[in-house]
C-alpha cells in the first residue's frame, strides 16, 4: 500500500480506526480476516473496506482475505504513527491535565515535549511527569526544541493570538479543543479540531429528536 | 424553521457551529447578517449555508440577510438545548474529571445530576461540586432520577459491560470517550463518539503526508 495525497478526508478518517481493530486483532493473535468478518466487526460494508484499502493500492486477495499482522503493519506505515513528532501542549487546566495523563503520545505518532501555561499558580508544578513551563519562554524552547505540533487548551479569547505567534514561530499543526477556526487566518496549517461542545449539542438534538 | 427527522447527519453536525457563531454576533449586538458575511467568517459557501437553513424550512428573505438574533434563537429550539436532558458521568479519571470541570453543561442542553465510579479511592471525594457516588448503587439512582444520557470515561475494557447496563436501566444516549462501538450491539441507542485518539492519528497522516 502506498501513501497517496488525495485520498479524501473520509477515507483518512477510517484509517485509525481499521488501525485500532486490527491491532486488536494482532493481541489476540488472530492471522486472517475477511472484508466480511471486518464489516460485521465495525459497522462498515464490506464493500466500503475493500474501497477504503483500494485507495491505497489494495491488498489481500480475492476469497482469501488480509493477513492481520501484515495489514495492520501496513496501515501503522500510512499513518506514520512508527516515526514520533514532537509536539507542545498550550494550556495545564484541567482539560490539558486531562491530555497530558490520559493520551498515549507515543502509540499515535507523537512526544510531547513541553507543557505551556501563563499563570503563576501552575509554572514550575508537573503534571504527569511534566513540568509546566512559562509561555514567555516558548519562542526560545521553540529556537532548540523545534516542535511541530501544537495542542491548545486555552480559552476562546486567547486561541487566535496564540494561534498566530505559535504558527510564526514555525508550528505546522494543532490539535485544537477550542471552538476558534485556525485554518481561516491559516490556511495552510493542518488543524484538527475536537469539538466537544458540537458534540454534546449534536447529541442533544438527537435526544429532542425522540422525544 | 421546522425539526425535521429526515436531515442529514452531515447538516446537523454543523448546526452547533452556526449556533456558535451566531450566538457570538448575538452577543456583539450584531442584528443583521448575509449569508455572505456568514460564509466569510465561518469557511462554508454562501450557497452551502443557504441550503443547510433550507433544510429546516429557511429563513430570512433573499437581498436581506438574516435577523441575528431571531435565526440564534431558531437553532437554538431546533437543537433543543433550552430543555435540559439529565445525564450522569461515568469514571472519574482524569478525562472524567476535565469534563465536569469544563464543560458548560446547561448551556449545552444537558443537568449533570451524577458522577459515579467504581474505584474506593475516589467514591465520596468531590470533583466540581459533584460527589463521585459509587457505581454499585446506580440501579437504585436511575430508579429515582432517570437520567437519559450518559457520558463514558471508562477504559476500553469496562465499556461493553458498562454500556449494556446503563442501556438496560434506560439510558438513550450516550457520549462515548472509549473505542467501543456501542451502536453494533444497541443499533436504536443515540450515540456520539468523541475519538481523541482517532483524530491525534489523524493529525499524525496529514504531518507524515508533508514531510
Known amino acids: 500500500m502506498q501513501k497517496k495525497d488525495n485520498v479524501s478526508m473520509s477515507v483518512i478518517r477510517r484509517l485509525p480506526r481499521y488501525y485500532r481493530f486490527l491491532s486488536e486483532l494482532c493481541r489476540r493473535g488472530e492471522t486472517r480476516v475477511s472484508s466480511k468478518e471486518l464489516s460485521e466487526k465495525m459497522g462498515f460494508t464490506a464493500s466500503q473496506i475493500r474501497q477504503d484499502f483500494n485507495c491505497?493500492?489494495?491488498?489481500?486477495?480475492?476469497g482469501y482475505g488480509y493477513n492481520v499482522p501484515q495489514l495492520c503493519a501496513e496501515i501503522e506505515r500510512i499513518l506514520g504513527i512508527q516515526q514520533l513528532h514532537k509536539c507542545v501542549l498550550i494550556g495545564a487546566g484541567n482539560l490539558g491535565k486531562a491530555i497530558v495523563g490520559h493520551m498515549p503520545f507515543v502509540q499515535l505518532g507523537f512526544e510531547l515535549i513541553g507543557v505551556f501555561d501563563n499563570s503563576k499558580r501552575v509554572i514550575g508544578g508537573k503534571i504527569s511527569g511534566h513540568e509546566v513551563l512559562s509561555y514567555e519562554s516558548i519562542a526560545s524552547f521553540f529556537e532548540s526544541h523545534h516542535p511541530v505540533m501544537a495542542i491548545l487548551c486555552v480559552p476562546r479569547e486567547a486561541v487566535e493570538t496564540i494561534s498566530d505567534e505559535l504558527y510564526a514561530l514555525g508550528i505546522k499543526a494543532f490539535w485544537n479543543f477550542s471552538h476558534y477556526d485556525i485554518t481561516l487566518k491559516h490556511p495552510d496549517?493542518?488543524?484538527?479540531?475536537?469539538?466537544?461542545?458540537?458534540?454534546?449539542?449534536?447529541?442533544?438534538?438527537?435526544?429532542?429528536?425522540e422525544e
Open 56 to 62: 491505497f493500492g489494495g491488498f489481500g486477495q480475492q
Open 189 to 209: 496549517a493542518i488543524v484538527e479540531n475536537v469539538h466537544m461542545n458540537d458534540s454534546m449539542m449534536t447529541l442533544c438534538y438527537r435526544l429532542s429528536l
